[in-house]
């Protein structure tokens, strides 16, 4: 990519003149990187789909793919540093995979680094079109989505029966002159050139000549991204296995910690199962896993007839909340579960039951399990990574009324313990991969008599009292969002898990 010249071409007035006040009847065309975004390099984002697609592989091959990425990019063109961008990262790839990665990943990050003055004027404007060398597939579902963009114009990549060659199609990366090609032929003539063109380097140009109006966003000073509450549409759900954006030393680090890391993983899982249940808690803690506890729990259920076990209602983050749950209550609890594989059951140091997600099965179900004791339950259904709790089934509040809301809570720096689109069996692996992750457990009190069904309540008065109880002491949303709407969002089905059995035909 040749280098910015500012002071060569000093042609556009600074974003940050432009104003953004009656606006409505405008149009405004915008790059990507290093406009829109704050970010200048499109390398991490290239890195977020290389490695949910291809793994620590492609991720390593996309890195070391990185220095003549760069040497391109400087010394040559910024067109041919992003072909072997595109083809390092896409190249073999099935389409699909490509845009489930740009639909339930990639908001996430983009949505963290957006422009404020960028934003400002482009949220003014009553038609807003983005114009990027980007790969389309990758960049339109956020777009469209999140920011209202009413068209997308981006890079066109190439692809064989579903799997992307890692080639671009004509008329090839949009940068420089193609930029203002592809701007004439979404708009045609002069007469009805768009109002206001933004962009930020010397390759965009081109396409904001045809604008009435053209401002330059400088890449100094450093700016503050909009804060992702300021959106209109907030990113709720979101999959991926990294937590923070792999820059390329970031990348560097990931991928010499991942064997060290799976090794330290094991090593923590054998703990929670070999230890004794009573030193879990101090195993755990010397192997790196922080757990802050508060409150005071309630001691075990007696076991007397007729008396049921209670209940403990958490907000659910990962598959260990119910393991982490049961060690700080110094005893194996069991828990329910609407999916779980084999060997998240296997590995599990707790006795773990399916639910069906059908009442008439899992009621008598989980009432049978508070017979036998104390049961750990997360009603929502599903995880959520952000500080949303989605909505409670009344299910629990149906079975018993000795209830004690748990307020849980974690922090990784690495990776996410949990997935919508990969594979669920390695989400404890991924949890204690991470260098030392942290569970924040809060026993709330035990909820009393007249706020349970035996208080007059109903069974949904009850559940919804309880997520706003455990919202406020986590300083979360309420939300009505269920599990559905999560895996629409994010796989592209209803969450629901089938049982194969030999005798089930399809």
Partial sequence: MAKDKYNSLPTFPTVDKCRSTGREDDTVVTDMDGTLLTERSSFPYFALVAFENGGVLRLLFLLLASPLIGFLYHFISESASIRVLIFATFAGTRVRDIKSVAKAVLPKFYSADLHPDTWRVFSSCGKRCVLTANPRIMVEPFLKKYLGADLVIGTEIDSFKGIATGLVRSPGVLVGMNKAHALRHAFGDTSSAPDIGLGDRETDYP?????????VVNPKPKVEPVRPDKLPNRVIFHDGRLVQKPT???ALLIILWIPFGFLLACLRIAAGNLLPWSTVYYGLWALGVRIHVKGSPPPKAQETMGRPGVAFVCSHRTLLDAVFVSGLLGRRISTVSYSISPLSEMISPIKTVALSRDRTQDAPLMRKLLEEGDVVMCPEGTTCREPFLLRFS???????DEVVPVAVSVRMAMFHGTTAR??????????????????DVTFLNKLPYELTRRGGKTSHEVANYVQRLIATTLSYECTSFTRKDKYLALAGNDGTVVKKTKDTAR
């Fill in 207 to 215: 396409f904001m000549k045809l604008c009435k109006e053209s401002y």
């Fill in 248 to 250: 390329p030393f970031w």
């Fill in 394 to 400: 009344a299910l629990f509040a149906e079975l018993t």
């Fill in 422 to 439: 990969g594979h669920k069996c390695l989400d404890a692996f991924y949890f204690f991969m991470n260098p030392s992750p942290v569970y």
